[in-house]
């Protein structure tokens, strides 16, 4: 059953309940699930820049990172993204880190 639209009351009621959210989070050290992504993803590519980077490198490492990968182009290419679009995009935001 569809929901009613909300009034700008609501809305404005919604925004103030978000705003004491992030407010109290800030003020407890606590980081917002976006934060948190954010530093997953940047420790992912960290980790697969320093494995390309080793001299010796970690098969183990590689087979993870290589799995990670493959299943974050597969979400993509599900959601309806194109496959090749998809694949150079993940190519290139590990390239930014890597250099």
């Known amino acids: 059953m569809p929901r009613k639209p909300s009034t700008e009351?609501?809305?404005?009621r919604h925004q103030e309940r978000q705003r004491?959210?992030?407010?109290?989070?800030?003020e407890a050290g606590k980081p917002e699930a976006d934060v948190v992504d954010a530093a997953?993803?940047?420790a992912l590519c960290a980790t697969a820049a320093d494995q390309l980077a080793a001299e010796v490198k970690d098969p183990v490492?590689?087979?993870?990172?290589?799995?990670?990968?493959?299943?974050?182009r597969r979400d993509l290419i599900q959601r309806g993204y194109d496959r090749d679009a998809a694949t150079a995009l993940l190519h290139r935001r590990l390239h930014r880190v890597t250099v």
Do not use: C, D, N, W
């Open 40 to 42: 997953m993803a940047a």
């Open 61 to 72: 490492l590689k087979k993870h990172l290589s799995a990670i990968l493959k299943r974050a």
């Open 20 to 26: 004491k959210y992030r407010e109290g989070l800030r």
């Open 9 to 12: 009351a609501q809305r404005k």
